[in-house]
């Protein structure tokens, strides 16, 4: 049990080493620096407006600063693409996905079967 709990606790850290034994320095400060930022952009955001919520104020803000005060004078912090690849395609819908096979055990997509589904997905809309 100690040891997961090791493995988890250091694991949790691997964001932070770069693939190195630890960030440096300056790194850290610059985080810390998008950290305290994003949390009193979080706080303080909303008190200016409720049009739009301070999380995504906090991230809009902290992402602009990166790219407009940090990578211009030299500096940088990670970004998801610098710890691991992002690939991937858009969603297909079942209805005319050909690649698995999914098309030949549908229902079809008609008003029969979207009448037989409706009272479910509004029950299950109403329910949460």
Known sequence: DDGRRLVETFGAF???TNGWDWIDATMGGWMAFHIAITL???????K????IPGSLAAII???ALEWALVRPIGYKTNT???L???KGSFPVPVWI?????YKDIMPPLNSETLGIIIAPAI???AIG
């Open 14 to 16: 691997a964001p932070f």
């Open 80 to 82: 998801v693409k610098d």
């Open 61 to 63: 803000v902290s992402t």
């Open 97 to 101: 996905d050909t690649k698995f096979g």
């Open 48 to 51: 200016i407006t409720k049009a």
């Open 84 to 86: 691991n690849s992002v």
């Open 123 to 125: 029950t299950a809309a």
């Open 40 to 46: 009193a952009t979080y706080i303080l955001f909303p």
